[in-house]
C-alpha cells in the first residue's frame, strides 16, 4: 500500500504508542494500571449494590456481572480512542447514583402494574435502553462538534444535580450497608445491629477521607479498602463465628450463585415488557443522558488540568458515545471517563494506553472468575466507600461552594437539588435551567446598553463647515443627542433605552435628532423592536425624528417591517451630516449675508478690498466630482478656498484600502498648515462633488506676506482660528470616545 503512513502506526508499522514504549515507561504504565484496577473493583462493587439493592438483592451477581462489563469495554475502548492515552473508563458516581433513580422509578411502576417474579430482565432492558440512547447522544455530540454547547448549561444547575447526586449517594450508602433507607434508619425502623453495620460503614467511609485529605494520594482509597476487607475477615475468624453466619447477619453480602456471564433477557421478555409505561419513564432517561453528558464533560475538563494539556472533546464523546453503545449490546450500562480513576493512574505512573487496556484486562478477569467476589467483601466496605463519595460531592457544592460563588447563584443551586430529590432529575434541571434563565435576564437588564452618550455640541461630522454654519450649530448644541449602543437587546436592555430617551426629551426639549449606532450590538429579539416603535412614537410626539447607524441587514430588515418611519445610515459620520444639514436649513435665512463666497472673504479678512486682493493672488480651480485635487505624499505648496461644493480628504492605508478623514463644504480651507510648515501632503485631497476652488501658491503667499503686511497677518490669524477649532474638536471627540 502506497500513500501516507496512518498517523497512529510508526515507520514499523506498528502502532506509533506502542514503538515508543521502553522497558521504565512499560513499568509504569502497568503499575498504573493495576492501582486503577484495584480502584475500579472497589468502586464496581460499590456501584453494583447501589443499583441492585433492596429488592434487587437476589440478582446482585447480575448486577456485578454488568458493572464489570461496563468497566472491561469503557476501559478498552478508551484506552484505543481517547486522545489523552492514559484515560480510564468506567461507571462514574455520579452516574451510578441516577441509574440506581431510574431502577428504583422502574420497579415503582413494575410495583403498580404488579410486579413480575423475574425482575431483572425489565430493568436490564430499560439500561441497556437508556445507555444505548446515551451513547448516540454522545456519539451524535461528538460527531457535530457540539460538545461545548454543554458547557452553557448555567454553574448553579450543575452544581444543583451533583448535589442531589451527593445525596442520593449517601442515602444509597444506607441501603447498601443496611437494606434500610435513609429515612426509615433514622426514623427508627433498624436494630442495634444495623447501627453497628451503619457506624462501621462511617468508620469506613471517614477512614478512606481522611487518608485521601492527609496523603493527598489517590492511592490512599485502595489501601484502605484492601485494609478494610481484610479487617473484616480478621474480625469475623476473632469473633470465633464462621464466615456463613457473618453473611447470615447481614456483614457480608450474598449473592446468588448465578455464573459470570449469562442472558439476562431474551425477546420473551421483550414482548412482556410493559411499554405503555415506558413513556412515564422517559425524564429519567434523559436525566440519565444529561448526567452522563455533562459527568463526561467535567471529568474531561479535571483530566486536562492534571495533565497539563488539551483534549481533543470531540474525540473523547464519540469514543465514550461508542463505549455506551457497546455496553448496551453487551450486558453493560452507563459510563464515562473517570477523574478519581485517570488520577490514580497518572499519580502511579501510567502514560501510555497500557494502562487503560490493563484495567479492561483487569475486569475481564473479575468477570470470568464469576460474581462471587462482592461476597467477600464486608458491607460496610461497599457502603463507607459509596459514603465517602456521596460526602465528598457534598462537601463540594453545599460547604465549598457557598464561599466561592453568590449567593443568588447558591440559593439556586440548592433549589435545584431540592426540586431534583422532590420531584426527579429532569423537573430539576428544566427548572434549574428556567430560573437561571430568569435571573440572568434580570441581572442582564440592569447592565446599561448604552456605551457612552453625546450631543451635537460634543461630537460633529467630519465636514468643515463655513464659520455661518459653524454658528448655527454651535447655536443649538442639544438638537443631536447619540447613544452608542453595546451588548444584546432584549426585552429588559431595550426598555431601558426607551426610559432614556423618555428621560432625554424631559430634559432636553430642543432635541429634534436621536441617532443609534448599533455598531458595538451584538444582536437583539422582537422585544427591542416592540421599545424601539415605542421610541419613534415618543420622537414623533417632541417633533424629533430618529436615526439608526451600523444596523446589520438583517436587523435592517426588522426594522424596516416592524418599525416604519426611522432613517438609517451605513456610517456615523453620515448620519451626522444628515442630521446637521437638517438644522441648518432650517435656518436658510441666517445665510442671506454669506450666501457669496467674495462677501465671507471681505468678512472674513477685512473687508471687500482685502477680499479682492486675496482672489487676484489666487488662481482658480474648477473641478468635478472625483477629480483628485492634491495627491498624498506630494509637495504641501498651496493651499486651496472652497468657493463651492465639497472636497473629501483620504489617507491611504498599509492594506492599500483608503478611509475618509474629513470633507470640507463651502467657506473652508483646506491646506493651510502644510503651506505654513512646507514638507508633504500626508492625505489626497478629492472632489466628493463639482466644486469651485480658490488656490493660494506658496509665492503668492510670500508675497502676499510682503506686499500686503496687514492682509497677511489676517491670513496667519485665520490659520490658528480654524487650527484651534479643528483642535477644539478633536479634544472633544476624545473626551467622548473615553466616556
Not at 441501603?175 to 429515612?183: E, I
Not at 426527579?424 to 437561571?436: E, H, Q, R
Not at 465636514?463 to 443649538?476: G, N, Q, V, Y
Not at 421599545?531 to 425624528?545: C, M, P, T, V
Request: aromatic residues 8%.
Amino acid at each position: 500500500m502506497h500513500g501516507r503512513e496512518a498517523p497512529w502506526r510508526g515507520t514499523t508499522g506498528r502502532p506509533a504508542w506502542l514503538s515508543r514504549l521502553s522497558l521504565p515507561s512499560l513499568a509504569g504504565d502497568l503499575f498504573g494500571g493495576l492501582c486503577s484496577s484495584v480502584l475500579a473493583v472497589a468502586y464496581g462493587l460499590s456501584f453494583a449494590s447501589l443499583i441492585f439493592a433492596p429488592p434487587l438483592t437476589p440478582w446482585l451477581s447480575s448486577g456485578v456481572t454488568a458493572t464489570f462489563i461496563t468497566m472491561a469495554v469503557s476501559a478498552a475502548v478508551m484506552a484505543w480512542r481517547s486522545s489523552l492515552p492514559f484515560v480510564v473508563a468506567g461507571p462514574d458516581g455520579a452516574t451510578a447514583a441516577v441509574t440506581a433513580t431510574l431502577v428504583a422509578a422502574l420497579l415503582a411502576k413494575l410495583q403498580d402494574a404488579g410486579a413480575p417474579d423475574d425482575l431483572l430482565a425489565p430493568v436490564m432492558i430499560v439500561m441497556a435502553l437508556g445507555t444505548g440512547l446515551t451513547g448516540l447522544l454522545l456519539y451524535g455530540l461528538g460527531s457535530l462538534r457540539a460538545g461545548n454547547a454543554v458547557r452553557f448549561i448555567p454553574f448553579p444547575v450543575i452544581g444543583g444535580f451533583l448535589t442531589a447526586t451527593g445525596w442520593l449517594m449517601v442515602s444509597g450508602s444506607f441501603r447498601v450497608t443496611t437494606d434500610h433507607g435513609l429515612l426509615s434508619s433514622l426514623s427508627g425502623g433498624m436494630d442495634l445491629l444495623g447501627w453497628s453495620k451503619l457506624a462501621t460503614a462511617a468508620l469506613m467511609g471517614g477512614a478512606a477521607w481522611l487518608a485521601t485529605r492527609q496523603t493527598r494520594s489517590p492511592a490512599a482509597v485502595p489501601v484502605v479498602v484492601v485494609v478494610g476487607v481484610l479487617a473484616g475477615h480478621l474480625a469475623v475468624a476473632m469473633s470465633g463465628a464462621s464466615f456463613a453466619q457473618a453473611q447470615a447477619l447481614g456483614w457480608f453480602v450474598r449473592p446468588q450463585a448465578a455464573g459470570a456471564l449469562m442472558q439476562t433477557w431474551n425477546l420473551d421478555d421483550l414482548r412482556l415488557f410493559p411499554w405503555a409505561r415506558l413513556p412515564e419513564l422517559s425524564g429519567d432517561i434523559l436525566a440519565m443522558m444529561f448526567v452522563t453528558t455533562v459527568t463526561m464533560l467535567l471529568n474531561t475538563s479535571g483530566v486536562e488540568f492534571l495533565a497539563g494539556r488539551e483534549a481533543d472533546l470531540e474525540r473523547e464523546l464519540k469514543s465514550i458515545g461508542i463505549a455506551n453503545l457497546l455496553a448496551a449490546a453487551l450486558g453493560g450500562y452507563f459510563s464515562c471517563t473517570s477523574l478519581s480513576r485517570t488520577t490514580l493512574n497518572f499519580m502511579a505512573g501510567g502514560r501510555s494506553r497500557v494502562s487503560g487496556m490493563v484495567v479492561a484486562s483487569f475486569s475481564a478477569m473479575v468477570l470470568l472468575s464469576g460474581a462471587t467476589i462482592i461476597g467477600h467483601v464486608p458491607k460496610p466496605v461497599l457502603g463507607g466507600l459509596m459514603l465517602m463519595l456521596g460526602v465528598q460531592i457534598l462537601w463540594r457544592w453545599v460547604f465549598d461552594a457557598a464561599r466561592r460563588i453568590s449567593a443568588l447563584d447558591y440559593l439556586l443551586l440548592l433549589a435545584v437539588a431540592g426540586i431534583i430529590l422532590q420531584w426527579g432529575f429532569l423537573a430539576g434541571i428544566v427548572a434549574g435551567i428556567t430560573i437561571a434563565c430568569i435571573v440572568f435576564a434580570a441581572g442582564a437588564s440592569q447592565v446599561s446598553v448604552i456605551k457612552f452618550s453625546f450631543d451635537g455640541g460634543e461630537f460633529r461630522s467630519m465636514l468643515d463647515r463655513s464659520p455661518d454654519d459653524t454658528r448655527i450649530l454651535a447655536a443649538r448644541p442639544h438638537a443631536i443627542q447619540g447613544l452608542i449602543l453595546q451588548s444584546y437587546l432584549f426585552f429588559g436592555s431595550a426598555n431601558r433605552v426607551y426610559e432614556h430617551v423618555k428621560d432625554l426629551f424631559a430634559q432636553r426639549p430642543e432635541c429634534r435628532f436621536v441617532l443609534f449606532d448599533f455598531r458595538h450590538v451584538t444582536g437583539m429579539d422582537s422585544s427591542a423592536m416592540h421599545s424601539f416603535l415605542q421610541i419613534r412614537r415618543l420622537a414623533e410626539e417632541n417633533g424629533a425624528s430618529i436615526i439608526l447607524v451600523h444596523v446589520p441587514p438583517a436587523q435592517r430588515r426588522f426594522f424596516s417591517f416592524a418599525v416604519p418611519g426611522l432613517s438609517l445610515f451605513d456610517t456615523l459620520d453620515e448620519a451626522l451630516e444628515h442630521c446637521e444639514n437638517r438644522i441648518i436649513l432650517g435656518q436658510a435665512h441666517a445665510l442671506a449675508d454669506a450666501a457669496d463666497f467674495a462677501a465671507w472673504l471681505g468678512k472674513t479678512f477685512g473687508g471687500a478690498e482685502a477680499a479682492a486682493r486675496l482672489l487676484a493672488a489666487c488662481t482658480r480651480r474648477d473641478v468635478h466630482g472625483g477629480d483628485v485635487v492634491a495627491s498624498q505624499g506630494a509637495a504641501a505648496d498651496c493651499l486651496f478656498f472652497v468657493a463651492s461644493g465639497r472636497v473629501g480628504i483620504f489617507a491611504a492605508l498599509d492594506d492599500g484600502r483608503e478611509t475618509r478623514v474629513r470633507s470640507l463644504g463651502p467657506h473652508t480651507t483646506i491646506g493651510e498648515m502644510g503651506l505654513v510648515t512646507g514638507g508633504v501632503r500626508s492625505a489626497t485631497v478629492r472632489a466628493e462633488a463639482d466644486s469651485v476652488l480658490y488656490e493660494l501658491g506658496v509665492e503668492a503667499f510670500d508675497r502676499l506676506q510682503v506686499q500686503e503686511p496687514r492682509l497677511g497677518q489676517a491670513l496667519l490669524t485665520f490659520f490658528m482660528a480654524v487650527t484651534a477649532d479643528r483642535l477644539r474638536f478633536a479634544t472633544r471627540l476624545v473626551s467622548v470616545l473615553q466616556r
